[in-house]
């Protein structure tokens, strides 16, 4: 009775074999937007070909990779030709791609683009305004959803590398038209509790699923953030605006708790070198010190300490010395002027110096009375004046002046004819 049941395998190669022996399947050509692409280190690509109603995985080997002139990415529209398969080991049917052109860039790729262009205009890229995250962080926030491994792998790192810090989880959907708008409410929310750090992110996704994290609006509220924000969207290659706009990008969920906490393990390791290194500076410190103390007390001083007395009253002998062989020598000086002056000319005949006095100063008057002008006046001369100056020749006077003759004995005044 059983015989008429096949196996899941059975059908799976039963499909294979159909679809492979399809000459209308042999060689097809489509054209789609490329999706979840990754490049394999062994030179495989893999992702997923779509279109607004549908989407294929897509497979192209090494062997045809190197044929193309260009690195295929997210939202880039392409047009390829390949065959369709079915992969066994799932079920499911795929093509294989031998060849790829470019078909423009899509729409959201697009989108992307413009609005990176544009933020980074308005400088919210700028690397001189990036917050510093904290070393020592006390209290750290994560925006992202609830479920799922990207919030159970933060919280384990964060717990395994700093278990100090309080982790605050903000809940928030990170994918579909809603989930904008629910990030930038947390961000807000977040900086009512005084955080260190902000970490906001999701697990990987198609460029659709991480769309809400190229949203101009949480672009903005991360750049407005008071608090360091670090971006932890996606995988590796994944990049979106808000890890340009971010204080710190990390590559994975999990790279951005380790880079918002240090290992307690380092910190361990760096504390006990400090303490070795203060130990040694203080160790030096003392041992300068003793040293300096050893070299102050083997100074003569104080050994000898009579030695300051003796040095202070040998100077002091000097100057005593100094002071009265002066005091001598002033006393002396002072002794010679005043015999100079008991022995002078002036002291013993006063007299005879008086008498010359008076025959100069009679000789000095005897020539005043002879430059004396009222002399001239006795003997018959005048001193005619103008205006009070004294007239010294006829052209300096005309009809009608009043002039004033001076005699020896008065004035009087007359006019020019």
């Not at 395998?9 to 399809?22: A, E, F, P």
């Not at 080991?89 to 899509?106: K, R």
């Amino acid at each position: 009775m059983n015989e008429k049941y096949i196996t899941v395998t059975q059908l799976t190669r039963y499909i294979k074999y159909k679809i492979d022996n399809d000459v209308n399947l042999n060689e097809v050509f489509l054209k789609g937007e490329i999706s979840n692409f990754k490049a394999h280190s062994r030179g495989h690509f893999y992702f997923t070909l779509k279109d607004e109603g549908s989407r294929i995985n897509a497979i192209m080997f090494a062997s045809s990779t190197k044929k193309i002139k260009f690195m295929p990415q997210d939202g880039m529209k392409v047009l390829v030709t390949g065959k369709i398969s079915v992969f066994e080991a799932n079920g499911a049917y795929q093509i294989y791609v031998s060849d790829m052109l470019e078909d423009g860039i899509g729409n959201l790729y697009i989108a992307f683009e413009q609005l990176k262009k544009k933020l980074e205009l308005e400088g919210l890229f700028d690397p001189s305004i990036k917050k510093k995250i904290p070393k020592i962080p006390k209290r750290i926030g994560v925006i992202t959803a609830p479920t799922g491994a990207a919030i159970k792998d933060i919280i384990s790192t964060i717990k395994r590398r700093w278990p100090l810090a309080e982790v605050y989880l903000f809940p928030a959907l990170v994918q579909g038209e809603e989930a904008a708008s629910d990030i930038v409410k947390q961000i807000k929310f977040s900086e009512e509790f005084s955080l260190d750090t902000l970490i906001v992110g999701r697990g990987g996704g198609s460029i659709e699923d991480l769309w809400p994290f190229n949203e101009e609006i949480v672009a903005r509220a991360i750049y407005e953030c008071r608090t360091p924000v670090i971006s932890a969207v996606g995988h590796e290659i994944d990049f979106t605006i808000a890890d340009f706009v971010a204080d710190l990008r990390a590559p994975t969920p999990t790279g951005a708790a380790e880079m918002a906490v240090p290992q307690i393990s380092d910190v361990m390791s760096y504390l006990n070198q400090l303490e070795i290194r203060l130990n040694t500076a203080i160790s030096n410190k003392v041992k300068g010190y003793k040293e300096r103390l050893k070299n102050v007390k083997n100074r003569n001083v104080f050994i000898n300490p009579v030695v300051i007395y003796q040095a202070k009253d040998m100077l002091f002998d000097s100057i005593l010395e100094r002071l009265k062989h002066s005091a001598s020598n002033l006393v002396h000086v002072k002794e010679k002027e005043l015999l100079n002056i008991k022995n002078s000319y002036i002291l013993k005949n006063p007299y005879q110096l008086l008498d010359k006095k008076a025959n100069k100063y009679l000789q000095l008057i005897s020539k005043l009375e002879t430059l004396s002008p009222l002399l001239t006046l006795k003997r018959g001369y005048t001193i005619t004046k103008s205006n009070d100056k004294v007239i010294t020749s006829c052209k300096e006077v005309k009809k009608g002046d009043t002039l004033e003759v001076e005699f020896s004995d008065g004035n009087i005044k007359t006019a020019v004819l």
